[in-house]
């Protein structure tokens, strides 16, 4: 039960911006930390910044000050503002939802910050 459905990735210049997407159905994300993730090739899938219902964000350091995480409960969707974008943000970019059962991932959306 429930669903994670991200958009807004896409090709930018380093320097530039993207406000990614992630859209909730099935479930009130309202309750729930929400936490975006991106997995570069050939490596672990890390954490990039995570919001708590109580509207409590947090940063990895590599995003700190560039990225603003943020979620409109009546549309049930939560954001990633990116902003100065460089090469190094290449990835394919996860939503996340932890309940107590076990983790709920959306399916991705990619990523890619080259001139």
């Known amino acids: 039960q429930g669903q994670l459905v991200e958009s807004g990735g896409g090709l930018v210049q380093p320097g530039g911006s993207l406000r990614l997407s992630c859209a909730a159905s099935?479930?009130?994300?309202?309750?729930?930390?929400m936490s975006w993730f991106r997995q570069h090739p050939g490596k672990e899938r890390e954490l990039v910044a995570t919001?708590?219902?109580?509207?409590?964000?947090n940063y990895a350091d590599s995003v700190k000050g560039r990225f603003t995480i943020s979620r409109d409960n009546a549309k049930n969707t939560v954001y990633l503002q990116m902003n100065s974008l460089k090469p190094e943000d290449t990835a394919v970019y996860y939503c996340?939802?932890?309940?107590?059962?076990?983790?709920?991932w959306g399916q991705g959306t990619q990523v890619t910050v080259s001139s």
């Open positions: 919001i708590t219902s109580t509207l409590m964000p």
């Open positions: 996340n939802v932890r309940f107590h059962w076990g983790l709920l």
């Open positions: 099935g479930f009130t994300s309202s309750a729930y930390t």
